[in-house]
Every structure is written in C-alpha cells, then in structure tokens.
C-alpha cells in the first residue's frame, strides 16, 4: 500500500474570466479563456496539457475545448456528475491520473452563463425529469424549495434562526465587499435588508440564495516534481475524497434514516482519514454556498463542530476575518460568482500563495468543498 | 369573462402531472382506485422509497405494494414564492409539506397541505403550518391521474 495521492500534486495555475449577469462572450469562448489564462498563469504551454476534467454539467466538452487551445495529445480525460457536487472532484481526477503517470498536465473548468439564460420554473413548456414524479407535482420545483425544506427541519431540530443563516450571508457578502472581481464588490449588506428581502421559499429569502453568474474558471494541475519549476508557488493537493452515502437520494435526501446528515459526511471521512491534519488545523476554508444552510451542514460534516452545533457555530464572527473558520473569501456563491463552485478551488489557492482580496495571515492549509445535498467532492489544499 | 373559481380551476388544470416510470407506475395506479400504497420487498418484507428493481436488504427482486394507513405527521414544509411556473405562481405563496407515514416513519412523502382533496395549493391557512402536526391523504382527480394531498386530523 505505497500509492498515496499525498501530496504528490500541485495546482500550479489559475484563471478566471469577469463575472456578470449577462456576458456577451459564448460557454466555449469563456472555458478557452479561462484555461489559456490558467496556463499562463503556470508559464505551461497550452500545447502540453494532456488531461481534462470538468463536470457532467459543463456544456463545453474537452474535443473542443482541447482543439481550440491548441492542446497537444490527451490520454486522460473525465467528467464529474452532480451538478455542484463536481467542482472538487476535478481536481482530484486530475491529480490521481498525474500522480499515477497517465498525464501530465491536467486542465480543470468550468464555464457557466446562469445568469443570461432562462429559468426552467418560468418556463410552461418545459420537460422536467422522471425522478420528479415524487416531487414537483407538488410545487417543489427549484433547489431552493428542496433545501428549504430540509433548512426548515434543521431550525425545527437544533433550534437554528435566519439570524444563524444571516451570519453566514453576511460572512460572504463582507467578503465579496473587499474582492474587485466579486458581483457584490462594494454592495454591502445589512441585516435589515436580509430581515426585510423578499421570500424565496420560506424559510429562505433572496440573499439565503446564491447568484446567477456568467463566467469562466480553470485550473491546472501537474506533479508535485514539476511544479517546482512553474512559475508560481506551489499550492499541494493534500488529500481529496468523494461523497456518495449509502441510500442518498440528489437534491430530495428525504427517504434515507438521517436526511441531515448528507454527502459532506462521507466525503469528510475519506478525506480526512488520508491527511496529515484535522479540522482545527485547517486555516481557512472555502465551503459550497449555493445556500446558507448549506454552511452549518457542511461545518458539521467536515468535523469543525458537532452534529446540531454548525449553526451556534456561525455566531460572534466566527466566519469572519480573525474568526475561528473565515469561509469563503472571495465571496463565494452567495456574493462572488456562481459558478458551480469552481471559484472556491481558486481562491482556496491564491490563499495559500497569499493573495487573496481577503487574506487569512500565514495561511497554510485550506478546505475546499463542493455541492452539499448532492454526490460531493472535497479536497485539502497546503502551500 | 371567466370567474375567480374559473381561473382557479384553469391554473390548477395546469400543474405539473407525475411523469411515472417503470417503478413508480404501480404508485400512481394505486393511487388511482384511492389507495395509498408503498413498494414492499416480497422476501424480507422492508418498504422502501422511492420505488426501485430490488430490495437495498436482502437484493430480492421480488417486490408486493403494501396499504398505507394513509395516517402521517409533517415532518417539514416549504412555502415557495414567485419566480415559479405560472400555475403554481397563481396559487403561491403555497405549501409544500413533507409527510413521514405513520406506518413507516421513514417514509417521507411530499405532497401539500390543503382544506380538502380539491382545494387549491393555498387554502390552508400558514399560521396552521407545523413540524408533527398529524395529517391523512386525500386524493385530488387532475389531468385523469389520482394525486395525493393531505389534509390536518381534527384536533
Ligand atoms: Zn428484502
């Protein structure tokens, strides 16, 4: 039992496009320039990546995106299924066929425009999938009618309140407040207008969601060995894992024993059982927040407090700068882009080279995690 | 001119219908002589939901379709707002509830909380929303299927 993916590779590059509502560029032409800029960002020629990975979700697919770049031979290439559930698990595909020698550089993205396209609940024609027929005759037609759902029981069982899910919109707005390339750069957020925004699905208003984005996201990853010589601070992949519970049912995680304790569970064991360190070593943190709910779960998943405690967890700033976690220092979901959680893979990484618009002193070690409520992926990044 | 319970009558004709698959079909065929009826795995006798080709236990193919009670408490509910299909925009903000089946607790159904079988999604008041509250199901006619909805025990 040598093999470890311990380590043994690095995110050398990162890239991004602007983030807007609406974009005038195309899916295709935003991945192309997310990748190129992600690989100048590395000082690797487009001509020597030979791994793709993105998710089952993404429109853009690696014939193409590897044509347009110029890409030389590929011998590794994987798609990631769940939606959100992927962003992380790109990263770890590419790692382990590095690390196992069936590529050399790998290329992960994720390109979106959420925010220029139409909405399928507005939408009377639309055909909504067969596993609906437990569901959306009912009227729960959106994600956030189905994490509402579980959010209300959550509040019901651990005696959580907006102000809990409040703590953590605010934590990622404040954020967002100081990142240029955020959506709500400069658009601060008080607890009044969350208090008095409008209902989404109650118990979830507008800012317990997250934004329509259109925009671009990419990385590379090559061996821990190459990476040396890149041009930018290496940032290792330490451990990574992927989230399947027995008896999980997507989005609906309502017919197993403990809805509550979803996909974040299984994957944190794995990861965590393959690293050299624990939740209260970890310096900052980039969790998926397609929802605010989705936090507390996920701080209870990952380990940093216990079952019922995430949402006591968020009070007296503890997700703020010089909190116990910062979270999401770009902004996230919630206040910097909604890209499938992509952009939290790349702020995890310029934390750990130090530049983040929001950065945590001397930070060395960052979780990163994909979409809760869904098949998820997590990894652990550290300079 | 079309009147208020028209226009009612219209949008409700306008909700999504279950789509069933293979699975799911004897569900909603059930449902459509009024019965309330849960996959049941022929060999070790477990329910199990949603409806699949073998038992998750003992992977026996073999399955029956057991009666519900039809009896359950709320075990969460949602009150989804516009921006949603029209004909569910028209009766929002509406409820949705998630039942737990009192004859298997994890069993959980979704279904809506309305005053009658074929009251709209919105009759029933919201201060009356709440996490255990005992309900039963109704059957509601839509689009020629038999759709479930749940009513409150009288208290
Ligand atoms: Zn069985």
Sequence with gaps: MAATLKDATAIVGIGQTDFAKRLPQSEKELACRAILAALADAGIDPGEVDAFASYTMEETDEVEVAKAIGAGDVTFFSKIGYGGGGSCATVGHLASAVATGQATVGVAWRSRKRGSGPRPWKNTAVQLPTPGQWTRPFGLLRPADEIGMLARRYMHEYGATRDHLFNVAMACRNRANANPAAMMYERPLTREMYMTSRMISDPLCLFDNCLETDGALACVIVSAERARDCRQKPVYVHSVAQGLPAQHHGMVNYWNDDPLSGPAWTAARHLWKQADFGPQDVDVAQIYDAFTPLIPLSLEGYGFCGRGEGAAFTEGGALEMGGRLPINTGGGGLSEAYVHGFNLINEGVKQLRGVSTAQVPDAATCLVTAGEGVPTSAILLRS | ?155
């Design chain 2, 1 to 155: 001119m079309t009147t208020a319970s028209e226009a009612a009558a219209e949008a409700a004709a306008e909700l999504l219908l279950p789509v069933p698959d293979e699975d799911g079909a004897p569900f909603w065929e059930y449902a459509a002589q009024g019965e309330l009826r849960v996959q049941a795995c022929a060999a070790c006798g477990r329910l199990r939901f949603p409806p699949r080709p073998c038992c998750p236990h003992c992977r026996s193919f073999d399955s029956e379709w057991r009666r519900m009670s039809g009896r359950g408490r709320i075990w969460s509910y949602v009150r989804p707002h516009p921006p949603l299909l029209p004909a569910y925009a028209a009766q929002a903000p509406y409820n949705v509830i998630l039942v737990e089946l009192a004859d298997a607790p994890h069993i959980r159904l979704a279904g809506n909380l309305v005053t009658s079988a074929d009251a709209p999604l919105d009759s029933v008041d919201p201060a009356r929303l709440r996490i255990g509250a005992r309900v039963h199901a109704v059957f509601t006619e839509t689009g020629g299927m038999a759709v479930p909805r749940w009513v409150l025990e009288k208290s």
